[in-house]
Structures are given as C-alpha cells and as structure tokens.
C-alpha cells in the first residue's frame, strides 16, 4: 500500500493500474517457430530487459520462421526524474502580427528564408508545411507573413544549388526538411549540407541553419552543426517565432550584411 | 471485378452525365496538345520496344545515347525512328545495339530521308516496334493463361500490400512471404528519387532509399518470383509498379515488355507533387496508358495524394474531380473500365464528428460514379499519429469502409505509418485486420442501403455537385486565352486548383524534353497501339 500522496517523483516507477508497480507491455518478434522454447526465449528476453515477473500473454507463430510475442510484467527499474535532462523551447512563441511587427522594427527589411529537402529526399510534406501559405495544424506557413520573403526550392535540391541561392537572395535563414532516414540518409545529408555552407561563407556570416524531420534527435544540433532542430509536430509559427529569435530580437550590432538586400 | 452490387446513392443521372461532359471539355484541349507534342522518353520508349537495352560502362542507357545523338543531329520533330532506320538501311551499323554504341561517340551521320528512302525505313522501323508490340501482346496472353490455370485472387477486394527494401534480392523473399501471407497484389516502392532521373537504371540493383530502382531486369526477377509463389499457393499474385516521373513512357513499356500487372500512372501526379513540366507529364501519360492499355495493365491514380496536403472534407470534391479526369485521359489511351484503378483515400481527420460517415458516403460516391472500375482504397497516413494502438483501429475503420462500400483493391495500411517501414509483425497484425473486417463485415454491401436523403446521400451529392461547379470553373476559365498554352485545364494546374500546388505549362522538370511534333512526324508504337496492329 502506498502512503505517498504529494506530486509525482523524483524516483518514478511505470504505472499499470497501482502507484509503484511498476508495469509495462511490450510486443516484439522473433526469428523463431513457435514452441515451446520460443516462448522460453521470450521470457528470457523479458528478464533481461528488466521484467520480473513477466507474463507472456500472447504468443503467435507468423509463418514457420517466426513468432509474435505480447509482454506484460513489472520493471526493476527506477526511474529518476531529477537525472532528466529536457530541451526547454529557449525562445518566446509569438504570434504572426509580432513576428511580423519585430521584422519590421528590428531588421528593417524583409527577413529572407531559403527553404529545401535535400540529396534524394522527395518528401516535401515538411518543408512544405511549414512555408506554404496553406500551413499546418491551423497555423499558416511562413510565406503568410508578410515581412518574411520565402524562397521554397523544393524537393532534391542538391547541396551546392541550395548555397548558391542562400548567397543570391541573401538568405538570412536556410530551413531543410528531411524524411527520409534510411541508411542515416537524413543524418548524413545535414552534415554535408552544414559543412558546406560554412565553407561557402566567411565566420559569422553563414545563414541561420535550420533542420527539421520526424527522425531527428532533440538536441542533436551541434553534432550536425546546424543551429536548430525541429522535430515532428513543429508548427510554421514556432519557426518564425525561433527565426526573430535568433535573427531579430538580439540584434544589437548593425547586420553586417547591410540595410537593404 | 466487384460481384456486389453496391449501395444506391439516388445520384442524379444528369448531374453525373454533366460531370462526365465536363470532364471531356476540360480534357479534350490536353490531349490535343499532347498529340501535337513528343518527349525524348516517348521515343526511347519506341526504341525500347524495338528491342534496344543496355547501358555503357557509366550506366547511361543505349537508348538515351541513340535519342540524344539524333536529337543533336536531325531533331525529334519526325520522331526517333526515322532517321534511326534509315542509317541502319544505309549499313551505319549492322544492328540498333551497334547503331547505338557508334552514335553515343558520334560515329553516325543521321539524316531525315526523303522519297524512297522514308518510305524503306518507316516501314523497317514499323516492323522492329512491332516485334516489341508483340512481345507485350505475348505477356499479356500469358498472364490470361496463367489466371486461368493456377486461378485468380478469391475475392474482392484484392489486398495489396507494400514492399520496399532498396535491394531487389531482399525484397523478393519479402514478398513471397507477403503473398503467402495473404496478399493479392505486392507493390514494389521505388526509391526515393527516382522519378526525377532521366533515364531508366539497367539491371539488378541493390542499392536504394526508401525503395528500389524500377529496371527491366528488377521487373523480370519479381515477376518469375510470384509466378512461382502464384503456382505454390493457387491463385495469380499481381505485381505493381510505378509509370511516373520523367521516364513513364519507358517505365510503362518494360511494365508490358516483363508482365507487370498493375502500374501507378496518374494523369497529374508529377505534374503536382514532383515539379514535372505539365506538358512532358500529359505527352508521357498518353503514351504510356496506350501501352498499358495494350499489355492489360491495370492503372492505379493518385488521388489520393491531395489529400495528404489538402483537406480531405474541404478537398473532397477535387478528388471526385480528378477521377473524372483521369477517367477521361484513360479513357481516350484505350483503357477499358476494368483497368481503371482510380484512386481515394481514408483521410478525413478523425476527430472531427461525423468523420466516417463521410468516408463512407464519399467512398461510396466514388463507387457509384465508376461502377464498373476497380477502385483503389487507400489507408489513412495523414492522421496516423505514431500512437499505434489508435491507428490499428483507424485502419479497421477503413478497411470497414472498404468492405462496405465494394472496392476493388485495398491497400493495407499499417498500424506504424509515420513510425517505421513495416516490421513482419506490422503486416501480419495488419492482414489480420483486413482479415477480420472481411470475414465479419464483407456481406454488408447486400444489407447496407443508406436511408433516402439522409446523411451520407446528402453528403455524397454535395461533393458530386462541387465537383460539378470546380469542373465549370475550370473549363470556363478564359485568363490564359491568346497564350501560348490557352488550355484551361493547364490555366487551372497554374493556379493550384489541385493538391494547393501552383505549377505553370512554362516551368517545371523535363521540360527540354518535349519537342513540337512536325508535319512529317512518325512513330511506329503510337501507330500499332493506335491501330490495334502486330505488324
């Protein structure tokens, strides 16, 4: 019987149906034809994985080579909230009429925004989400603001391509979508993309670089040397919001690269 | 294909005459156009059917060698074979491979014959197409056979599902083992990518992303595998694959050349969702549904790609729009009702009240108004969340809709779409649910009437009637008369009527591609698949 009433941890168990037991449920398969010393093998993956007690409650063969495995049972395990470490939003999420109204106050002319998905990716779902008009989860994308010039390449863009159109429209932020992630494609495509831009342009002048894609680590930004990473769920407004962030607000030495581009 | 008859919706047999003529009105100008227009993959097509293939040690294909030396030297305005037959009569080469090897380090003079010397090699290039022509007659003699021997999917709809592992060797094992699980109909994804190359990869390939290369000799292999899976298991299991993207007269063509079943060819698809020029996307579209139409392959159509970026209660309309027009594109290529896999998706955001009502009664339209087409049933992707419990029951409820509303094949959808490629056990808990649905709930469409006037009658004839007013919109639209492209259709394409994507007849991908037909203008495949000839 647990005595505990005040707020959750900071040591934390998995609930199922009572504080501290601590149950989990896990499916999985494996490479196996369904007897007996399958769902012993199961089992054992169980224990290992930190359940005990484990209670196989279904059991499938899937062909004759392998079995599907439902888990239930308690972890071990404890969890420690105050070891967590979270990416807070380091930035104020601002409406489209302030985004715009801090453009036009603080830079003084148009914030430029090069967007594309890059190497084989054709999936501009994302990019497109958050720089259309039309938008996304109710939020219009970035080309709805009317202080922002956006510059949507679409999709394959190859690298080079991309610096050469952030160098000729001056791109103050450079945003690239990646879905596809087989063989690290999207891990390897940013980091290509990143390196590139900072050979291309002089310390201190690269534009804002800016990742997004379903797949992409929190927090993962600097080992892709890229300034931010946008996960799935990311809406156009707090893209803008991070983008004056960034580029706008903080600004307290003239913009190196002039007034009016 | 559907036995079943379906539910009535009291459609007004006007209105929907109305749409059809609409549909024509809006397409006919774009057909025109497409005559009046040839693309260099239309002429490797031809070449392909005249039995070049191969590739240099770079991997360029013979054919786009062959294609790019004749366009550098005479133009493509009279068409590829021409000049191509007349330097092979002047002995250039003793055979097209030759030909095509000399041409690629401009070893050949090509030149546009005239009198005598057209009439020989128009004549000698009809009879190497049509060898091509034959051979695809062949496949499709050959697949009628083998349905009827070790006999046909058991029933309706046919269960398609998905395979994309990039290496063509892995994914064979993968979709014996999808068949023999229960599929009907196996799906190789290309990689990613794909559409956007101007040229067709040659042989075994066992490097993609998200997908593997669409080759002949990748056709060739997975077909042999599912005959033979088909043989183990007693039913025909159907191989599809994609004609789209810029080398989807090709694509089509080794499709007929290696027995494809199935192809996805959307009349806009490119055109909206890869940036392909609008006129190259129409000229290829033609031409490979005229193959396609020959080698019995069923078209499956994209609709429901709008809905992925448009909403899909808002957009419904656009859907019904495009099937209009897809049917009439298909049509007009020599496509018959049963090859007319016309494409919808379950997509309308669940949250809101009322959202599979208005599933059934847009998927219910769809079957009324193309009664005799198979029609695709695409799974929900859009609002499947990564909660995977939530969206195995989604799928239920679209597979539900599936069996409700008789269509003719079902895509498969997968509890972890958005998540990961399908694991082994996402797609047997997947079967399971179309399994279920079928067995439990397949008889509905004998007890299933909506009421007269009710909900889903009245829904279904607001989308008919919006598809109505879009498509008079459209061929009303005057703002690009005395342009070069005055075509509403392409005026309307511009605008983003479709998917919210803007794409002019002026821009886009492929575009160097196209060529203005000349008067003397020949190709032999259009001829033989035009005329219904082998010789």
């Known amino acids: 019987m647990s005595t505990e009433t005040a707020g959750p941890g900071p040591i934390v168990r998995p609930y199922g149906d009572t504080t501290g037991d601590g149950m989990v449920q896990v499916s999985f398969t494996l490479p196996l034809p369904h007897d007996k010393r399958a769902e012993g093998a199961a089992l054992q993956l169980a224990a290992k994985m930190g359940m005990s007690p484990a209670l196989l409650v279904h059991a499938k063969a899937m062909g004759p080579h392998f079995t599907f495995f439902v888990v239930y049972g308690s972890v071990t395990h404890l969890v420690d909230v105050r070891e967590v470490e979270v990416v807070e939003r380091e930035f104020p999420l601002l409406g489209s009429a302030e985004v715009n109204q801090a453009i036009r106050s603080h830079l003084g002319r148009k914030l430029v925004v090069v967007g594309a998905c890059i190497g084989t990716d054709a999936h501009t779902v994302g990019i497109d989400a958050i720089l259309n008009i039309k938008g996304f989860a109710g939020e219009k994308g970035l080309e709805y603001y009317r202080e922002m010039k956006v510059v949507n390449l679409g999709a394959q863009v190859l690298v080079p391509e991309l610096v050469e159109t952030a160098r000729e429209v001056g791109a103050d932020a450079v945003l690239v979508s990646q879905v596809v992630t087989q063989k690290d494609a999207h891990i390897h495509n940013t980091t290509t993309m990143s390196a590139a831009f900072r050979e291309a342009f002089p310390a201190g002048e690269v534009p804002l670089l800016v990742v997004g894609g379903p797949r992409f680590e929190e927090g993962s930004a600097k080992a892709l040397g890229v300034d931010r990473v946008f996960g799935r769920g990311t809406t156009p407004g707090e893209v803008a919001s991070f983008l004056v962030h960034e580029l706008v607000a903080p600004r307290t030495v003239p913009d190196p690269r002039g007034e009016e581009r | ?535």
Not at chain 2, 237 to 262: F, H, K, Q
Not at chain 2, 294 to 322: C, F, M, P
Not at chain 2, 373 to 393: C, E, N, Q
Request: a negative charge.
């Open chain 2, 1 to 535: 294909m559907s036995s079943r008859r379906p539910a009535l919706l009291d459609l007004d047999p006007a209105v929907v005459r109305k749409a059809r003529s609409l549909a024509r009105r809006a397409g006919k100008p774009v057909v025109d156009l497409a005559r009046a227009h040839t693309t260099v993959s239309v002429e490797r097509a031809t070449l392909r059917l005249a039995g070049l293939s191969g590739a240099d040690h770079e991997g360029t294909p013979w054919v786009n060698h062959l294609v790019d030396a004749v366009r550098g030297e005479v133009g493509l305005e009279h068409g590829v074979t021409t000049p191509v037959w007349d330097a092979l009569r002047r002995g250039e080469a003793p055979d097209l491979l030759t030909l095509a090897q000399k041409a690629s380090s401009g070893g050949v003079v090509f030149r546009l014959p005239e009198g005598r010397d057209l009439t020989g090699s128009r004549k000698a290039a009809r009879s190497a197409v049509a060898k091509g022509v034959r051979a695809v007659d062949a496949q499709r003699r050959a697949r009628e056979r083998m349905v009827a021997t070790v006999g046909d999917a058991p029933r309706t709809p046919w269960v398609y599902l998905i395979v994309a592992t990039g290496d063509i060797h892995e994914d064979i094992p993968q979709a014996q083992a999808a068949a023999r699980e229960g599929a009907d109909v196996i799906a190789v994804i290309r990689s990613t990518g794909q559409s956007l190359l101007d040229f067709v990869p040659e042989g075994a390939t066992r490097e993609g992303y998200a997908g593997t290369y669409a080759t002949q000799e990748n056709f060739r292999l997975m077909r042999a595998a599912l005959d033979e899976s088909s043989r183990e298991l007693g039913r025909y299991v159907r191989l599809t694959n994609y004609a789209s993207g810029l080398c989807m007269p090709e694509i089509a063509t080794l499709a007929g050349l290696e027995r494809l079943d199935m192809m996805l060819n959307d009349s806009m698809y490119g055109i909206l969702f890869r940036d392909i020029n609008p006129i190259r996307t129409f000229v290829d579209q033609r031409f490979s549904r005229q193959v396609h139409a020959r080698a019995g392959i069923i078209i499956n159509t994209g609709e429901d790609n709008y809905l992925t970026t448009a909403d899909a209660v808002e957009a419904a309309h656009t859907v019904t729009v495009s099937q209009l027009l897809n049917e009439y594109f298909a049509k007009e290529a020599g496509l018959e009702d049963w090859q007319l896999g016309l494409g919808h998706a379950f997509e309308i955001n669940p949250d809101l009240p009322d959202s599979f009502r208005m599933e059934l009664a847009h998927a219910l339209l769809a079957r009324q108004l193309f009664p005799k087409a198979p029609l695709k049933w695409m799974p929900p992707t859009k609002h499947m969340t990564g909660d995977v419990f939530r969206g195995y029951l989604l799928d239920g409820f679209f597979n539900l809709v599936g069996a409700m509303t008789g269509q003719g094949i079902l895509l498969v959808g997968m509890m972890t779409e958005a998540v990961v490629t399908p694991w082994l056990s996402d797609r047997d808990l997947a079967l399971q649910n179309v399994r279920y649905v079928m067995d439990a709930a397949g008889g509905l469409t004998e007890d299933f009437h909506p009421p007269r006037d009710g909900f889903i009658q009245t829904r279904a004839r607001q989308v008919l009637s919006e598809a109505v007013d879009l498509l008079e919109t459209i061929v009303s639209d005057t703002t690009a008369k005395g342009t070069t492209y005055p075509q509403p259709l392409l005026a309307a394409i511009t605008d983003g009527t479709f998917g919210a994507m803007k794409r002019p007849p002026t821009k886009g991908k492929g575009l160097d591609g196209v060529v203005v037909k000349a008067d003397g203008y020949d190709n032999p495949a259009t001829a033989l698949l035009e005329e219904g000839a082998t010789r």
